[in-house]
């Protein structure tokens, strides 16, 4: 059964350095989300992706959050500058689109920044 | 703006009994798409079952089935049969008006299953 893949797993970098995540989708899936949980939280929302542009974002992705799809298979966030409190299990998610409404989560990357 | 409210703060179950965790939510759309999601220890993500607003009937997905009170603007996940990997946060979720629009995730409710 087709699923989406994330890596790393687990990533830990230093305050101030830039992250990149990266997301394969399912192949035939249309629209392509980021959501983040920090640890005991609940799940939020940054963004979404359609046809090579953000169809929309929430507050939490500022300036300092990016995303692209530079091929036909990845989806990547990358973070230029992390913060403490970036500190987070970042999800990523596909849909297949028309009327399609399971959003399919991938196994989520932990990013820890020290 | 949508909300989603999960209040329970931790739910126990004996093995092979039914147990139904509570959502609620609020919105000003008419048309809107509310979901489960199961998060076990490992942390992944798992869809459960979805109910559209405009579904007459209470989704079903095996032992899922899905307590659907418009009016109460509630939308309660059933578990019937309770087995021991059922154990896992459990998340409710809403999206409004678009088919592939964001979700707006509850704080989750937390469900262990006793043998």
């Known amino acids: 059964e087709p699923e989406v893949t994330q890596t790393p797993s687990h990533q830990v970098t230093q305050m101030g350095q830039e992250v990149i995540l990266r997301c394969v989708p399912i192949s035939n899936h249309l629209y392509f989300y980021w959501y983040r949980q920090i640890l005991g939280q609940k799940v939020e929302f940054l963004v979404s992706f359609y046809n090579n542009e953000i169809s929309e974002k929430s507050e939490i992705f500022d300036d300092q959050f990016s995303v692209e799809r530079p091929d036909g298979s990845n989806f990547t966030l990358k973070i230029r500058s ?6 987070a299990m970042y999800f990523c998610a596909s849909n297949r689109g028309l009327s399609y409404n399971e959003q399919f989560f991938g196994p989520g990357t932990r990013l820890t920044v020290l | ?23 609620t939510y609020d919105t000003s759309d008419q048309s809107y798409g ?15 079952i979805y109910q559209g607003s405009y579904d007459e009937q209470n989704a079903t997905e095996g032992r899922y089935s899905l ?15 309770s087995q021991l990997g059922d154990s896992a946060m459990y998340f409710c979720a809403m999206r409004d008006a678009g088919a592939n629009s964001k979700l707006t995730f509850g704080k989750g409710i937390t469900l262990s299953v006793r043998p």
């Open chain 1, 82 to 87: 992390t913060k403490l409190e970036d500190s």
């Open chain 2, 1 to 23: 703006a949508q909300k989603i409210t999960q209040t329970q703060p931790g739910m126990f179950v004996q093995e092979k009994e039914a147990v139904t965790l509570d959502c």
């Open chain 2, 34 to 48: 509310l979901f489960w999601y199961k998060q076990p220890s490992s942390g992944e993500m798992i869809f459960l």
């Open chain 2, 67 to 81: 307590n659907f009170q418009k009016a109460r603007k509630s939308a309660n996940l059933v578990i019937s049969a």
